[in-house]
């Protein structure tokens, strides 16, 4: 499916939404661009701005590259499309996303990827290992659901709510990771900490040997030391570089 032109969906929507359209198409191509996507599937999803319980999800059928602004589908809670749109989306891959918004209202923005750096770790019985300091700012925050199927069950969203609770990284057992947070910016650096701490693992066990580990105390200081890192801005503070690569790759995610 190529992607088709959707000029005025800007003209349609309010500016505090289509600026989440530009944030969210802009993860998307992130994720392409560090290649922790999987063809078509996968979900990055993010509540409309507003009083509505309105959200944006890919059309189904179109690679992370393809994403724009524009060409983002939007859902209510039930999948169900509420603006016109020539795409449709994978309904089994919202019920992931849409649980977690329902259940959490800080949940703005829910990432879910199938990369292979955490797909293996997530089938690993010990999980995440606090080996790196990327792994302290996960294990700070971080929740695990037993691997059910593909998500097409109703039933599942209980549990999937019930294992998030209040963290910030779910580790889907062999299956992927999820992170969660109140803006894009934020949750694609957690994301990114998230991958990157699989990826540190995989290459430290593939050395042989044993591995040093960090301290349990160090890691409950972990949140208070990535506030201090990031003068407490988070993802926001690497965002607006983010924004200027993709820029210069290929500025048409913001069409």
């Known amino acids: 499916m190529s992607a088709q032109p959707l000029t005025a969906v800007r003209g349609r929507v309010t500016p505090e939404e289509w600026e989440q359209r530009v944030a969210l198409a802009a993860a998307y191509r992130l994720v392409a661009h560090f290649r922790w996507d999987d063809l078509i599937f996968t979900h990055l ?3 409309v701005p507003g009083p509505d319980h309105h959200f944006l999800i890919n059309p189904y059928g179109m690679t992370f590259d393809e994403i724009t602004a524009s060409n983002l589908v939007k859902v209510d809670l039930d999948g169900k ?11 089994a891959g919202f019920t992931i996303h849409s649980a977690i918004h329902a259940a959490r209202e800080d949940a703005q923005v829910v990432l879910h990827t199938h990369s292979v750096n955490g797909a293996a770790v997530s089938a ?3 999980g995440v290992l606090p080996i790196s300091q990327q792994s302290m700012f996960v294990l700070a925050s971080l929740g695990h659901h037993d691997y059910e199927g593909v998500a097409l069950r109703e039933d599942e969203k209980a549990r999937l709510v019930r294992d998030l609770a209040d963290k910030s990284f779910l580790m889907l057992r062999n299956h992927g990771l999820i992170t969660v947070a109140d803006n894009v910016p ?10 990157s701490a699989c990826m540190i693992q995989l ?9 040093v580990r960090i301290d349990s ?34 500025p048409s995610y913001r069409s």
């Open 45 to 47: 999803s993010a509540r």
């Open 124 to 126: 690993q019985k010990a």
């Open 81 to 91: 499309k509420i603006m016109a749109s020539p795409h449709e989306i994978n309904p």
């Open 217 to 250: 105390e160090i890691i409950a200081t972990a949140q208070h030391q990535a506030a201090a890192v990031t003068k407490s801005e988070l993802g926001a503070l690497a965002w607006p570089a983010l924004l200027r690569k993709l820029d210069r790759i290929d």
């Open 186 to 195: 934020d949750a694609f650096l957690l994301m990114y900490t998230f991958e």
């Open 203 to 211: 290459r430290a066990q593939s050395g042989g040997g044993d591995l």
